[in-house]
């Protein structure tokens, strides 16, 4: 689990007095306790969640049950059962992962390996547009995507995905071009000299090249869009599109008290991105760095 | 597991699948017994067709068992719909950049380049016009009042004479600050005793965790921390009456709408958990990136540990630290979610801009209001991203 160069381990000369080793281990257990009370109770009886705290658990840790799990799953939110909206999120998470990577990455690499008057102009404005607020487009976005100019066959997760690509766009195209434009060029130019098409060097040679960078963006974004709550509640329409997110809002606010389907629908909601984040975590930690951490 | 894995229909999606995995292996077998008996010259070419051959098979397949088996309520019926969805997404985007290609393939020569190079380019740029054009559109929506009537600087003006408003704007700031600086300095405390430490890595991921659970599962999660009933952690550790954490407004009894309540500054702790082990990992990294000699040099000179690691190390990675600090500002000016679970929409005081921008502009209808707010992020954000971007290259040219 551990990756050498980041949470690296240089031998020579340990610094860390007892004190540091005492404040360290504390706020990692700290950071663990919310969690762990949730996990806990996950498994709890219903009473037991409701009438006493899950570190009484440990008195008696026989009392445990599936019975939150199966109850979440059959619950239904605004008719419909918890188990469509895992499905939704699955539906709008993937393609709102691939979708604005490859787009981007297309266009990192026409940014950065194509001759056109105007190049450079065009990437800082694509950068400048970071600084856009995604709430400052919801309105205006809403009213096209609702408007005559759009096909209404597409609403729904479609819209998500298009949106999700729409504000992924300046970071995608950001990293994605410092990344391309740093690949050796004289692979490039002489592939060129041998008269590849840019189709052919991109598929062939940029892309392959490029999957450190591409694949920690792309937990990047996954795990944003699974977790996202704004803009699938904007622009999916009725809860038919929504993600766990969504549902797991609602039972909040309807069933507030219900903690044992809530306890369950939180950690069934949390286990994709944790699997996706341990089992990646090299990539997102490297690719992270790639972004900040030149110097 | 009920919902998710009951069945229907199974024996005939298992017909579908296994169709479609047998004409794969085929073709598996097949392209390369073709690919060896054609020409040198054609088999770049056949190989690409070979590819997409190999996606247009998968799609036909999902596509067959979507017309089979879609839109029941089923489970194998909600996959398949699924991998339907996931599979049209996918074909639909190489179509795109395919038939882009190929039309600007058909131009002749002095021009096919400059086509080329706009096929490459032009699904992005549409889509930024997607941030452009709403932007601006954003801003006049912002000079209309909730019957869609001319309201002129109106909006601005109630943003900062309205007590309610201030309290969001300067929520906002405060949750920028107290935020910003609690995480980058948990952050280096971290990073700086974790590293080389015994069981560094254990320490970091478990600070790291939090980072991938979604702010409406910590809500979740914080319940069980901050709730007045027999099981929130908090009252049961606390001595006195159970209180009610995220319902008190005011900081210590005092109530100014330019002070954060207290529920606000307990919300800012769970977010504070989320955002401490992206810090940490950023920071980490960068303090293992500190040349050794640079640390030896001043202890030699008669340095404490203390006083290198302020002196030395910090300065070194100050370019880092500006990066993680800017990063969890914008992140954090832009909350949203957690108000949303936790202070349930923004009730006691507990309002963001972000947040009153979504409560005005759709729950509220007062588009012009939301818009306005949205504008006041972005002024906000604005001066951020330019003094960062102006340091990052003040330091380029400087190295």
């Known amino acids: ?295 | 597991m009920i919902g998710l894995f009951d069945v229907g229909g199974r024996g005939l999606l298992i017909a579908i699948v296994g169709l479609g995995v047998a004409a794969l292996l085929a073709a598996a077998w097949l392209v390369p017994a073709v690919m060896r008996a054609l020409p040198v010259r054609m088999q770049p070419q056949a190989s690409t067709l070979a590819r997409l051959g190999a996606g247009a098979t998968v799609w036909g397949v999902s596509a067959m068992a979507w017309i089979v088996l879609g839109g029941g309520r089923s489970s194998v019926s909600k996959i398949v719909t699924t991998l339907y969805y996931v599979t049209n997404g996918i074909v639909a985007l190489a179509a795109l950049f395919g038939i882009l290609y190929l039309i600007a393939s058909l131009f002749p020569e002095p021009f096919r380049e400059w086509f080329r190079t706009a096929a490459f380019l032009l699904p992005a740029v549409l889509l930024l016009f997607g941030l452009v054009v709403p932007a601006i559109l954003n801003v006049s929506d912002s000079f209309y009042d909730r019957n869609d009537e001319w309201y002129g600087f109106g909006n601005y003006v109630d943003i900062f004479t309205k007590d309610a408003n201030i309290k969001v704007f300067s929520n906002t700031l405060w949750w920028g600050i107290i935020v910003t600086i609690a995480s980058t300095v948990m952050g280096i405390t971290i990073a700086r005793f974790a590293d080389r430490m015994r069981g560094e890595a254990v320490a970091k991921a478990a600070i790291f965790l939090p980072t991938a659970i979604s702010m409406v599962g910590a809500g979740v999660i914080w319940n069980f921390v901050y709730s007045p009933r027999e099981y929130g952690l908090l009252n049961s550790i606390l001595p006195g009456d159970p209180e009610f954490f995220l319902q008190d407004s005011s900081l210590f009894g005092i109530t100014s709408p330019w002070l954060p309540g207290k529920n606000t500054l307990f919300i800012m702790i769970v977010v504070i958990w989320i955002q401490a082990g992206f810090s940490t990992v950023v920071i980490s990294a960068a303090l293992k990136g500190v040349p050794d000699d640079l640390v030896e040099a001043a202890k030699i000179d008669g340095a404490t540990d203390r006083q290198a690691f302020y002196k030395v190390v910090l300065p070194y990675i100050k370019s880092t630290i500006i990066t993680v600090a800017t990063t969890t500002v914008l992140a954090v000016l832009k909350i949203f979610d957690i108000i949303q679970t936790m202070g349930k929409g923004g009730s006691f005081g507990t309002s963001t801009i972000a947040n009153e921008m979504y409560e005005q502009g759709f729950p509220q209808d007062n588009e012009g209001l939301g818009a306005a707010w949205a504008v006041m992020l972005f002024l906000l954000v604005l001066p951020i991203v330019f003094v960062n971007s102006r340091n990052q290259r003040a330091q380029r040219e400087g190295r």
């Open chain 1, 1 to 295: 689990m551990a990756d050498k160069t980041p949470m690296g381990t240089r031998v020579a000369g340990a610094t860390t007095g007892p004190v540091g080793r005492v404040i360290v281990w504390f706020l990692a257990a700290l950071w663990t306790v919310p969690t762990l009370g949730l996990f806990i109770s996950s498994f709890r009886p219903e009473d037991d969640i409701k009438t006493d705290g899950w570190w009484n658990w440990f008195k008696n840790p026989a009392r445990v049950t599936w019975d939150n799990y199966s109850g979440v799953l059959d619950n239904k939110v605004n008719g419909l059962q918890f188990s469509e909206f895992f499905w939704n999120s699955v539906r709008i998470a993937i393609p709102s992962a691939i979708i604005p990577i490859v787009i981007a990455a297309f266009a990192a690499y026409a940014l950065s390996w194509m001759h056109f008057r105007g190049r450079d102009w065009l990437f800082v404005v694509i950068v400048g547009l970071m600084v856009v607020p995604l709430q400052m487009t919801l309105i205006p976005l809403l009213q096209f995507f609702g408007g005559d100019y759009f096909p209404d066959a597409l609403e729904g997760v479609t819209t998500i995905w298009i949106a999700h690509a729409i504000f992924g766009m300046p970071l995608a195209i950001f990293l994605l071009r410092n990344f391309i434009a740093g690949l050796p060029g004289e692979i490039i130019e002489a592939a060129r000299v041998d008269g590849a098409s840019h189709l052919t060097i991109f598929t062939r040679l940029v892309l392959p090249l490029s999957v450190p960078a591409i694949a920690s963006l792309g937990i990047f974004q996954f795990l944003w869009v699974w977790n996202d709550l704004l803009v699938a509640k904007v622009f999916g329409g009725g809860a038919t599109n929504q993600p766990m997110t969504f549902a797991m809002v609602d039972m909040v606010g309807n069933k507030g008290n219900e903690w044992q389907l809530l306890t369950a629908g939180a950690f069934v909601m949390m286990v994709v991105p944790l699997i996706v984040f341990l089992s990646l975590q090299r990539y997102f930690v490297r690719g992270l760095l790639a972004g900040s951490v030149k110097g």
